[in-house]
């Protein structure tokens, strides 16, 4: 934005909206455009994404087929069984670290002190982050399942059904992390670090989630196996994987169950993580420490 553009918006004499629809907009369009206008950044990423999808089906030839029988989703290859789950967990890494990164980056530029005493509101403000946030990881795993199907000819079951039934899973595996990503971003706002933490929750996620191997594997290790089942994302992979792989939709009783579980997730962890994140403001506002970095 120009200059003149700048000084002009500031003499605008225009009544200030306190809607939220509209901060949520403004929110998200800003950094979308953010996000558009680092062409490099976007063509680097996509060809990152095509990479991997294409390292991994070379680490497919070493693997026995016959070894993913026990995942317990039927005569399925080792590609299209880490397909979905290299996809969905990538995902799921980028939409929690995303409300995180921003408001990091917030605190470094020295301008989370406008946001706050703007009429944004911080619940505006996060729903606006993670509306951009679920856009934008989308975008790398469309591309990560138009290589796998398209290039590769991964045979994943795709039609109406399965489709509307996988993004309705997507949306509930969200929702039952947000509670976490809100949570984090409340306490970067105190510590100002968070990325550490962060990794190590997805890492440690992504293991135990069974993402390249079945979970039958860790049924030797007691304690990484109930942690696996202990987790939101288990039970989102394995209803993805019922339905790309196996044709299954979100009204089968195998995935229905796994909807039920992510539900109950959501429903305990939002509303920890909203406390969170307000303890995290109005701590930051108590001690001053707002504009500190």
Sequence with gaps: MRVEDLI????EDRPRTSSDIRHVW???????????SYRTWVIMETISTVASVAMYSFMGLQVDARRVALAGYGDVG??????????TANYLWMCISRLSHSLQHEIREGTLES????????????????????LVSGYFMLGVFVVGVGILRVPLIINLETILSFI??????????????????????????GDPLTFLFASITEFLGGVLFPLKYLESFPV?????????????????????????????????????????YAAVFIPIGLRVFRWGINRIRYEGTVATY
């Design 168 to 193: 309705a899973i997507i949306l509930l595996m969200v929702l039952s992390y947000a509670g976490i990503s809100i949570m984090a971003a409340g306490l970067i706002l105190v510590y100002k670090k």
């Design 115 to 134: 946001i706050i005493t703007s009429l944004i509101k911080m619940r505006s403000y996060i729903i606006g982050q993670s509306i951009r946030g679920f």
């Design 26 to 36: 403004a929110v998200f369009w800003a950094n979308f455009k953010i996000f558009l």
């Design 78 to 87: 080792w590609l299209p069984f880490a397909l979905v789950g290299v996809a």
């Design 224 to 264: 990484l196996y109930t942690l696996a089942w202990l987790m939101p994302y288990t039970y989102a992979l394995d209803a993805a994987r019922r339905i790309l792989l196996n044709g299954a939709t979100i009204f089968s009783h195998s995935v229905l169950m796994d909807v039920i579980v992510l539900l109950a």
């Design 8 to 11: 002009n918006l500031f003499r």
